[in-house]
């Protein structure tokens, strides 16, 4: 079966027998396939082994290729697993078409001399732009008083309650990596003030940092999530950090539903214990807990911050960019360093 697929030409090269072609893994198609089509995304200079479209069972496929698979090319749709790993001893390189990396055993992948590359910047401008948008919109009430004209409210009971104003506003921004510099900057210019905390101080910044969330929360009106999903930011916005933030204050996230402590979170929401929400992100997606179905101060999305056609085009590049540097030896584009 191995070789029948290896006779199969899913490169589109003419020049090359696909087998003399550096061979790639996609465990499962990522979410830009989609938009972007798979013969652009697909570079004709790899031979992508698509697991998915494969017979064999996953175990049996990955072990018919294993001495040959150089790279493997992932989004969060699938998880690379030491398991995984250890099936492909010949991979050295882990491309995900992604800017969390939450999906991937980082320190396995340290540990078996596996780079790692991410969606670096792409998607920065893209996830800040949601974000705020999301915080408008909770603010300002833009989805709910969108539902109440279309139902006919307006007409038959009135005037729809008041938002809230932005300008003014202290943002809290939990991890101020690329996209939450970028949310930074868009705040900053709509006349809030920016507060954060994140690994490290950031000592080209102005803005105050807290080392503690807590404190964050304590000192915002709204809290802005943005960090990546890891052991340490697991369930890190907790109770503790839903009551600093107060009855008058918002929550958006657009990082990972996991960096919340969702049932608690939906609890406050419920009980008036904070003021609103703006979703992207949830534990376990898709399923989005019904109880927030029922409230006008949450506005829901399903994780699509980030994703438009440009920042598409973008990772397309981007992805064999660093495939290409891989290949041939060069720095990797945006290698992922936190392991
Ligand atoms: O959520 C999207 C991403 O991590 O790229």
């Known amino acids: 079966m191995a070789d029948q697929e290896e006779e199969q030409d899913n490169t589109g090269d003419q020049n090359h027998k696909p087998q003399d072609l550096p061979q790639v893994l996609v465990l499962k198609p990522p979410p830009v396939l989609s938009v972007i089509g798979e013969e652009s995304f697909l570079s004709n200079k790899y031979q992508f082994l698509k697991a998915w479209e494969s017979p064999l069972p996953l175990h049996q496929f990955l072990t018919a290729h294993a001495g040959s698979i150089q790279a493997i090319l992932c989004s969060g749709a699938a998880p690379v697993t030491d398991d995984l790993l250890q099936l492909l001893p010949s991979v050295r390189l882990v491309v995900t078409a992604s800017a969390g990396t939450n999906h991937i055993d980082l320190e396995a992948c340290h540990r078996r001399g596996i780079s790692v590359t991410n969606a670096g910047n792409v998607f920065s401008d893209d996830g800040a732009d949601a974000a705020v948008g999301l915080l408008i919109d909770v603010l300002r009430k833009i989805t709910a008083s969108d539902r109440y004209v279309r139902q006919g409210l307006w007409v038959n009971e009135g005037d729809y309650p008041l938002g809230s104003k932005l300008r003014g506003k202290r943002v809290g921004i939990v991890g101020l990596g690329g996209i939450g510099l970028e ?157």
């Open 183 to 339: 949310i930074a900057k868009r705040l900053e210019a709509l006349g809030c003030n920016v507060l954060y905390t994140s690994r490290k101080k950031k000592t080209f910044l102005s803005y105050p940092f807290y080392s503690d969330v807590c404190q964050l929360a304590a000192h915002s009106d709204a809290l802005i999530i943005c960090c990546a999903l890891t052991d340490q930011t697991r369930h890190m916005i907790d109770k503790d950090v839903f009551s600093a933030l107060g009855k008058e204050g918002v929550i958006v996230n657009v990082g990972r539903g996991a960096i919340v402590d969702e049932k608690e979170m939906v609890r406050c929401l419920v009980h008036g214990e904070i003021a609103g929400a703006g979703l992207d992100v949830f534990e376990n997606e898709p399923d989005v807990p019904k109880e927030l179905f029922e409230l006008d101060n949450v506005v829901l999305s399903p994780h699509r911050a980030v994703f438009t056609p440009e920042s598409f085009m973008a990772l397309c590049e981007l992805v064999v960019g660093n495939l290409e540097a891989f290949f041939s030896n060069k720095p990797l584009l945006s290698r992922v360093m936190d392991v």
